[in-house]
C-alpha cells in the first residue's frame, strides 16, 4: 500500500508491505487509514517537515544487499544536521565514490534514509528528487546542515 503526505517539497510518498517501510518517493498517493504503519510514517514525516520531529523511528526494509545495502547503512549513521562526502564514504566502505553515488542514488527510501547528507568534495553532488539539488540543499538547511557549498 502507498499513501502520501503535503510538504513543503510537495507530496511525499511512503509505501508499506507487511511491517516494513519498503519505499518513499515524491508524488501524490491516497491519505492511510489510521492506525496503520502508512499514517504512523505520514505523521512522523509531516513531524519532520514542521521541525517537531528530529529523526524516523520506523521499520525499514529496503530489499537490497551487498554494497548498496552498506552504503544504506552508512547513511543512517549520519547525524541530522551533518554531511558526508562521497569521498569519505568512499573510504569507510572501501568502494569507489563512484559506487556510493550510484548507491545514493538508487536509495529506495530518500528522507528516511538520508542520502540527501551525502556530498562531492567541491559541489554539492546530485539528488533524484524532483527539483533535484535544490530539493537537497531544502532538506539540508531545514537540518541545520553548517559549512554547505551554497
Given amino acids: 500500500m502507498r499513501a502520501a503526505v503535503d510538504s ?3 507530496p511525499v510518498w511512503v ?6 517501510i519498503v519505499a518513499s518517493g515524491w508524488g501524490k498517493a491516497e491519505p492511510a487509514a489510521e492506525g496503520t504503519l ?4 505520514l505523521d512522523q514525516l509531516a ?5 517537531s520531529r528530529q529523526g524516523f523511528d520506523l521499520p525499514l526494509a529496503h530489499g537490497r544487499s551487498g554494497l548498496q545495502a552498506d552504503v544504506l ?13 562521497y569521498g569519505e ?4 566502505l572501501g568502494a569507489p565514490a563512484q559506487a556510493i553515488g550510484q548507491a545514493c542514488g538508487a536509495n ?4 528516511l534514509i538520508p542520502c540527501h547528507r551525502v556530498l562531492g568534495a567541491s559541489t554539492l553532488g546530485g539528488f533524484s528528487a524532483p527539483g ?12 541545520g546542515a553548517a559549512g554547505l557549498l551554497i
Fill in 108 to 111: 529506495p527510501l530518500p528522507i
Fill in 15 to 20: 509505501e508499506a508491505e507487511g511491517d516494513a
Fill in 73 to 85: 547503512a552508512a547513511l543512517l549513521t549520519i547525524p541530522r544536521g551533518e554531511t558526508r562526502t
Fill in 132 to 143: 533535484g539539488v535544490e530539493t537537497k540543499v531544502w532538506l539540508l538547511r531545514h537540518e
Fill in 8 to 10: 513543503p517539497l510537495g
Fill in 89 to 92: 564514504l568512499s573510504k569507510a
Fill in 38 to 41: 502508512l499514517a504512523e510514517a
Fill in 47 to 51: 513531524a519532520y517537515f514542521d521541525g
